[in-house]
């Protein structure tokens, strides 16, 4: 899958650098502030799940690529670290840039010797040096240069410090000759030699040979690609008999101790930092709780009053109600008369009146609200906190604190919290949210329709329908934690960035970002939409699927056989489906009981067309398709079950 | 007496890798040794298989305890290399008794595992949990917020774990700050604070510091 991806950024003639690094260090920021495109940033591990290329603003030739984070290659463990380095092995990279944070230089050192193994030229940034000093931490970098052969650069990626030092010595550096490589202990280097020279016709063989030693369940495709069975065999028969992890750790463990106490040296600090006091609340078990319902509140207040509300009624009522669309539909009754096309673009399904007013008066304000409060979230590091203090409840489901991250992307637009699955664990984690995100959580295009549907019907309504929502993705989360068997266990271990204020370029920066790729996902099918509308409109093809619809609408939901269409629209996307809805309450067609049932319904109802593909491209066709049945008959027993007790109350 | 020990406690390791063949065991002593026990009724023979009597078995149990307790106190705590444990956990286990063995073991915090990952029997005082004698090495879990340690080891059956361990920093020698226990534990080490299931830090063990 990623292997088409990958054979377009590497681009031969030019020089190919590749960020690598561990998760959370600045990588991101780097490529940012250096490349031509923008990609995004994040503060929370595990982001760059996609690998991001570019070209840097000052070299004309050279490619620039994002990798995501990573902790160990020789011994990979999770999706982020097997696409690195297969990225590394695979493709013909030119250059490596190693982003350490300075004040983990451990972990980065452990990195570094490990692609030291790799043949490419390498240059390390020591970046957020500001922070590793600030907290006492001082590192002699020349040192550094001394024991490894290689250049080390101070920078400060958010603030553009360092990086154009950075990017020169990159370009000029190309020997690999004159540095350090370590030494494990003898019986592991034969080991080695005898491997390497299996590894007939591969680049970095040293660095292969040690990953087929400790790793050989995980490179073996690699070996595929150019050896026969006959000596895959013999490799894996010289990775069994002893166990070299702990060999190899022991000794990457020696030296990165060894050249530490070269290195570093520590300050006395006494005053705990700001950042520090907050966060003993944050990480509290009982302070934090009111924080999370001061983030509610917060998201309550900008989302839904200002967002749905003063900038809904704004664009809508005020800019396309009164401006846009009377002197539109003027136009065209004058210009082009009272025909098909005039109906196609302003007529009650009309492309421009309805699609493009409801793109741009409805869901763009909620949507922009939701990524601009979701980015200052995310980048502050309180998400990750919330991640920690709430994983117990999500373990209880078969998933982790993990969860929550790409469950609360979601409630923006779940294509995009499809692909943040990937940040979990394991295989079952991963089907597990991505059927939850496909079932429950409405993206902030339903949650704006299905909220001015219900906002009249009160208080009670809504929190009733809240509580549906969570208690379907309890329910069905914990039925599949018990369905989906699985030998590998999931370990929940999580890093917690530090708290930092947010800065504000960053959120317009990712808010812009992930609106663009909002925007051209679902504008084409609104558009589309409203031809399929306009055109079962004049055909007269929706009687016909009334009919064969109503004994589940109207029989089983208790609808009026017009519903039939909203669900018609669901299969398109889910918002449009409620929009259907909104359609007919506006025309009074729905009790008090009714619009309860179809919000439900509607709310659980099968993802839209961009996520059930995306769904496919991440979990396979069979879990596409299983999925989407399940989900349609999900929605609707529950929707009839709700049905019957509302009659009973 | 010590030759008989050493006998047992080559049955009990057979029985443990299910080759108590009495040809196995005749491999490393002789044929009128292996008499002996069956006379004293420290074994039986059935099928051609070695079994440990009830007697025998105790015996067994306190010397294999021994060694390996004793095994774990040279590695674990004192750092010495293979080589030069083993011959010293052979002497130990024949001259200390059950009551130092207990206080050991206590200080020791109870341990699962040998150096070599092979079991340490339990005694009276694990199932008691005793703690008289303050363990210096405790599961993580036992200390309070804030309090400071250095990690010993890890009592865990999955590599996976222990990977993902250390490629997050957690290794042994390694200084951690415990910043809280609940609902997850969270640790902090060098500049990462980190956040893992209480689960397992019940499988870290680490060493007090003031």
């Known amino acids: ?649 | 007496m010590e030759v008989i020990e050493e006998a047992l406690e080559y049955v009990w390791i057979l029985e443990e890798d299910n080759k108590n063949e009495i040809d196995e065991f005749l491999k490393n002593f002789d044929k009128k040794l292996l008499n002996d026990l069956i006379k004293n009724e420290y074994i039986v023979v059935k099928d051609n298989k070695l079994e440990l009597t009830e007697k025998g078995r105790e015996i067994a149990k306190n010397i294999v305890r021994r060694h390996r307790l004793a095994e774990f106190l040279l590695y674990n705590v004192f750092e010495i290399e293979e080589e030069s444990y083993e011959e010293f956990a052979c002497k130990f286990e024949h001259i200390v008794d059950e009551e130092i063995t207990d206080k050991i073991c206590t200080f020791l915090g109870h341990p699962l595992y040998c150096p070599h990952g092979r079991k340490i029997p339990r005694g009276k005082c694990c199932i008691e949990k005793k703690k008289e004698i303050e363990s210096i090495i405790k599961p993580l879990i036992e200390l309070k917020p804030g309090e400071k340690a250095e990690i010993v080891y890890f009592v865990t059956e999955s590599k996976r774990l222990t990977d993902s361990l250390i490629s997050h920093g957690l290794s042994p020698k390694k200084k951690i700050i415990l910043k809280q226990i609940y609902p997850t534990v969270i640790i902090q080490i060098d500049e990462s604070i980190i956040s893992f299931d209480r689960e397992i830090a019940k499988r870290i063990y680490v060493k007090e510091l003031d």
């Not at chain 1, 451990?106 to 490990?114: A, K, M, V």
């Not at chain 1, 907290?135 to 490894?148: A, Q, S, V």
């Not at chain 1, 004058?334 to 699609?355: C, P, R, S």
């Open chain 1, 1 to 649: 899958m990623h292997h088409e991806h990958h054979k377009c950024i590497i681009e031969t003639g030019k020089i190919n650098i590749v960020l690598v690094g561990n998760p959370n260090v600045g990588k991101s920021a780097i490529f940012n502030q250096v490349s031509v495109k923008k990609a995004t940033v994040s503060n929370y591990p595990g982001t760059t799940v996609e690998i991001f290329s570019s070209r840097i603003k000052t070299f004309e030739n050279s490619v620039i690529i994002d990798t995501p984070g990573v902790y160990n290659l020789f011994k990979v463990g999770s999706e982020d670290e097997k696409v690195t380095r297969e990225f590394l092995l695979k493709y013909d990279v030119d250059r490596i840039v190693l982003v350490i944070d300075s004040k983990n230089l451990e972990r980065g050192i452990y990195l570094l010797l490990q692609l030291l193994e790799l043949e490419v030229p390498i240059v390390v940034s020591l970046n957020m040096f500001d922070e590793a000093s600030r907290r006492g931490i001082d590192i002699d970098e020349k040192k550094l240069e001394e024991i490894f052969g290689i250049k080390f650069i101070k920078t400060i990626a958010t603030e553009g410090y360092g990086l154009k030092s950075l990017i020169d010595t990159i370009m000029k550096i190309k020997d690999t000759s004159k540095r350090f490589m370590i030494k494990y202990p003898e019986e592991f280097e034969t080991k080695i030699k005898e491997v390497e020279e299996l590894l007939v016709g591969f680049k970095h063989r040293r660095f292969l040979a040690i990953c087929c030693l400790l790793d050989f369940e995980n490179i073996k495709n690699i070996l595929e690609e150019k050896l026969d069975s006959n000596k895959i065999k013999k490799i894996e028969e010289l990775s069994k008999g002893k166990d070299y992890d702990i060999i190899v750790y022991n000794t990457l463990r020696k030296n990165v101790n060894r050249i530490l106490k070269q290195v570093v040296k520590k300050r006395k600090i006494e005053h705990k930092s700001l950042s520090e006091k907050i966060d003993s609340y944050l990480l509290h078990p009982v302070y934090i709780i009111p924080t999370i319902f001061l983030t509610l509140l917060f998201l309550y207040y900008f989302v839904g009053v200002f967002g749905a509300g003063i900038l809904v009624d704004f664009l809508e009522e005020d800019i396309f109600g009164e401006k846009i669309n009377p002197y539109v539909t003027e136009l065209f009754k004058k210009y082009i008369g009272n025909n098909i096309i005039t109906d196609l673009f302003v007529g009650e399904y009309g492309i421009i009146t309805f699609a493009l007013t409801y793109a741009f008066s409805i869901i763009l304000p909620v949507v922009t609200t939701f990524f601009i409060a979701f980015s200052i979230l995310e980048d502050s590091g309180y998400l990750p906190r919330l991640v920690s203090y709430l994983h117990i409840l999500f373990k209880k489901i078969g998933l982790s604190g993990k969860a929550i991250i790409p469950t609360a992307l979601g409630f923006g637009c779940v294509t995009m919290a499809t692909i943040t699955t990937r940040t979990l664990s394991t295989k079952k984690e991963r089907k597990i949210l991505t059927f939850l995100l496909a079932l429950t959580i409405p993206c902030s295009a339903q949650q704006a329709v299905i909220l001015a549907l219900i906002i009249g019907l009160g208080f009670k309504v809504l929190v009733g329908w809240m509580l549906t929502i969570i208690l379907v993705y309890s329910f069905f989360g914990y039925v599949l934690s018990k369905l989906i068997r699985t030998e590998e266990r999931s370990y929940f271990i999580y890093d917690l960035p530090p708290l930092r204020l947010p800065l504000i370029s960053n959120v317009l920066l990712k808010t812009y970002l992930r609106l663009k790729w909002y925007i051209t996902e679902v504008v084409p099918l609104y558009i589309l939409a409203s031809i399929i509308l306009v055109l079962f409109d004049k055909v007269g093809v929706l009687n016909v699927l009334y009919e064969i619809l109503s004994p589940i609408v109207v029989g089983w939901l208790n609808l009026p056989k017009e519903a039939a269409l909203a669900f018609i629209l669901g299969f398109l996307r889910r918002d449009y489906g409620a929009a259907g809805f909104f359609a007919l309450n506006e025309k009074g067609l729905l009790t008090e009981e009714q619009l309860i049932v179809s919000v439900v319904t509607i709310t659980l109802f099968v993802p839209c067309i961009a996520n059930f593909l995306m769904i496919i491209k991440e979990r396979g066709k069979l879990f596409g398709i299983v999925a989407f049945l399940s989900i349609i008959t999900i929605a609707f027993i529950i929707g009839g079950i709700v049905n019957l007790i509302l009659k009973v109350i």
